[in-house]
């Protein structure tokens, strides 16, 4: 079935390095993406989205980057803090009636101080 | 705006027993989701509502029910516990149009079955 899963399951970066977390998708369809952040015991919380007509889009201290030949989105977080511990999942927003979201199994961000 | 709430936090069920999980959003959203959230996974979509008096299966619906009588709330029933259904449920909503998808969750209902 359509899915959308995580390359790494766990990550472990130093303090002050950059971090990239990847995510392929399956369905060649697909128009929407969205990362999310979850840190322990919360919900998941926005970070950024971006749409199949474009390659990357920036925002604060982070950049996605799609490149829908080989399925394939990127999440890279620029100068990693202690508080960007958490796991982190890439999710595909069906655009039917529903816009539901297909969640991938997530990736977890470890920061070394 | 409080955004999505949702009671109880904690729950423990036994076997055969039957609870409800409350959710509600003061965002004026038309979408709502329920999902579930394994450990160590990803969240699978259990219902969703595209409005009041609509509601629809998502991935995972075996077990449960839900009933979407106001915008604001989506209550999800579920009425003989499994020990399957132990998780944590996440109550999300958007406005489902427009320039973004994005789904604002609540902080969870941590379920546990025995």
């Known amino acids: 079935g359509e899915s959308v899963g995580l390359h790494l399951p766990t990550l472990s970066v130093q303090e002050g390095d950059n971090s990239i977390i990847n995510c392929a998708y399956s369905?060649?369809?697909?128009?929407?993406f969205i990362w999310y952040k979850q840190e322990s015991g919360k919900g998941p919380q926005f970070i950024i989205d971006?749409?199949?007509?474009?390659d990357k889009r920036q925002g604060q201290r982070v950049t996605v980057l799609l490149n829908k030949t080989v399925k394939h989105l990127s999440l890279q977080i620029a100068a990693t803090q202690p508080g960007d511990s958490a796991v982190y999942f890439c999710?595909?927003?069906?655009?039917?009636?529903?816009?539901?979201?297909?969640f991938g199994s997530g990736t977890r961000l470890l920061v070394r101080p | 705006n409080a955004g999505v709430t949702q009671t109880p936090k904690f729950r423990i069920l036994k076997i055969g027993q039957s609870m409800t999980l409350q959710c509600t959003q003061d965002m004026n959203h038309n979408y709502m989701y329920w999902y579930r959230q394994d450990p160590g996974m990803g969240l699978k979509l259990i219902y969703y509502?595209?409005?009041?008096?609509?509601?629809d299966k998502g991935e995972v619906p075996n077990g449960y029910n839900v009933s979407r009588s106001t915008t604001e709330d989506f209550p999800l029933r579920l009425e003989l516990a499994a020990p399957s259904q132990t998780s944590v449920y996440f109550c999300?909503?958007?406005?489902?149009?427009?320039?973004?998808?994005?789904?604002?969750f609540g902080p969870g209902t941590r379920l546990t079955v025995t």
């Open positions: 369905n060649s369809a697909s128009d929407y």
């Open positions: 509502s595209v409005g009041a008096g609509i509601t």
């Open positions: 971006i749409r199949s007509n474009m």
């Open positions: 999710a595909d927003v069906r655009m039917d009636s529903s816009y539901k979201l297909i």
């Open positions: 999300a909503s958007s406005q489902g149009t427009g320039s973004s998808y994005e789904q604002y």
